[in-house]
């Protein structure tokens, strides 16, 4: 059973730094991607930073140069993090975790609450 748990999101103001992290466990995880979306209060949901399993990277246009996507492997568990610099009102947020499989088939995480205040 996979299951993918999001800690570190919060309030902060514009310019602050959060740290979100997506622990993916049940199993073995090199196979597979992993991704952070996020969905603005009103808006849809949209790709913010992507690591493949063979360590690919994307990332939305406007995140690029102020957030930075890792990730890290256990025999069980694999980590997504994503260290969110000098954020903006424009952030705010609900960020999804997700996970592919090589198969496409897709879990997502609870969602963290991300909000930058102005």
């Known amino acids: 059973q996979v299951q993918l748990v999001e800690s570190g999101g919060g309030l902060v103001q514009t310019g602050g730094s959060l740290k979100l992290s997506c622990v993916a466990s049940?199993?073995?995880?090199?196979?597979?991607?992993m991704a952070w979306y996020r969905q603005p209060p009103g808006k849809q949901r949209e790709l913010v930073a992507a690591?493949?399993?063979?360590?690919?990277?994307?990332?939305l246009h406007s995140v690029k140069d102020r957030f930075t996507a890792s990730r890290d492997y256990t025999i069980n568990t694999s980590t997504l993090h994503l260290e969110m610099d000098n954020l903006e009102p424009e952030d705010t947020a609900i960020y999804l975790c997700?996970?592919?499989?090589?198969?496409?088939?897709?879990?997502w995480g609870q969602g963290t609450q991300v909000t930058v205040s102005s």
């Open positions: 690591i493949s399993s063979g360590g690919n990277f994307r990332y």
């Open positions: 049940g199993r073995g995880f090199s196979t597979d991607d």
């Open positions: 997700s996970l592919t499989t090589p198969s496409r088939s897709v879990y």
